[in-house]
T-cell receptor, first 109, second 112 residues
Framework: EDKVVQSPLSLVVHEGDTVTLNCSYE??????LLWYKQEKKAPTFLFML????IEKKSGRLSSILDKKELSSILNITATQTGDSAIYLC?????????FGTGTRLQVFP | SQTIHQWPATLVQPVGSPLSLECTVE??????LYWYRQAAGRGLQLLFY??????ISSEVPQNLSASRPQDRQFILSSKKLLLSDSSFYLC???????????FGSGTRLTVV
């Protein structure tokens, strides 16, 4: 059975801290791994990773995929209160997207 | 450009009443369409997906059904709602082949 596991389930940090969120998967017909940020409503897209070892960056956020280890990490440096959200990892097959349970990040001033 | 519309944004329904949530996509053809459900503070659970008109795959047995009467229309239904159907429902689409997913704005359903 396909599964995507995220850790930790929740994380509480102070502004300025650096955080690393983990995602591991066991999915047949892997096509891509995606990271989303969800605040109030619909998830918003962060990154899509298809190749192992190539880091993608957007401002203070970065992510990398390790196909050998079947995992990915999402790093957020110099966290801000606006980073507080649920971060979702999902693995894309050709027919569907399978989500992990998410990591709830809370950043306090 | 492609857009996805999902409505209503919020819905309060009594137990035993029917449900119909609609999702439409514009600006593309033959999209893959998805219905997800999300419990509070949790990840997204895939309920149904469709790769073409009339083709529906169900991921979990439940009190819900889905239909795709037109290429860019995906409907989530129930004949009789249960209290446990209260949740946040999200529609999504991707191009055929699955590269890139876009979500609708979601429907918060409360069954009372």
């Amino acid at each position: 059975e396909d599964k995507v596991v995220q850790s930790p389930l929740s994380l509480v940090v102070h502004e300025g801290d650096t955080v690393t969120l983990n995602c591991s998967y066991e999915v047949t017909n892997f096509r891509s791994l995606l990271w989303y940020k969800q605040e109030k409503k619909a998830p918003t897209f962060l990154f899509m990773l298809t190749s192992s070892g190539i880091e993608k960056k957007s401002g203070r956020l970065s992510s990398i995929l390790d196909k050998k280890e079947l995992s990915s990490i999402l790093n957020i440096t110099a966290t801000q209160t606006g980073d507080s959200a649920i971060y979702l990892c999902a693995v894309g097959r050709s027919d569907k997207l399978i989500f992990g349970t998410g990591t709830r990040l809370q950043v306090f001033p | 450009s492609q857009t996805i519309h999902q409505w209503p944004a919020t819905l309060v329904q009594p137990v035993g009443s029917p449900l119909s949530l609609e999702c439409t996509v514009e600006g593309t053809s033959n999209p893959n369409l998805y219905w997800y459900r999300q419990a509070a503070g949790r990840g997204l659970q895939l309920l149904f997906y469709s790769v073409g008109i009339g083709q529906i795959s169900s991921e979990v047995p439940q009190n819900l059904s889905a239909s795709r009467p037109q290429d860019r229309q995906f409907i989530l239904s129930s004949k009789k709602l249960l209290l446990s159907d209260s949740s946040f429902y999200l529609c999504a689409w991707s191009p055929a082949g699955g590269a890139g997913y876009t979500f609708g704005s979601g429907t918060r359903l409360t069954v009372v």
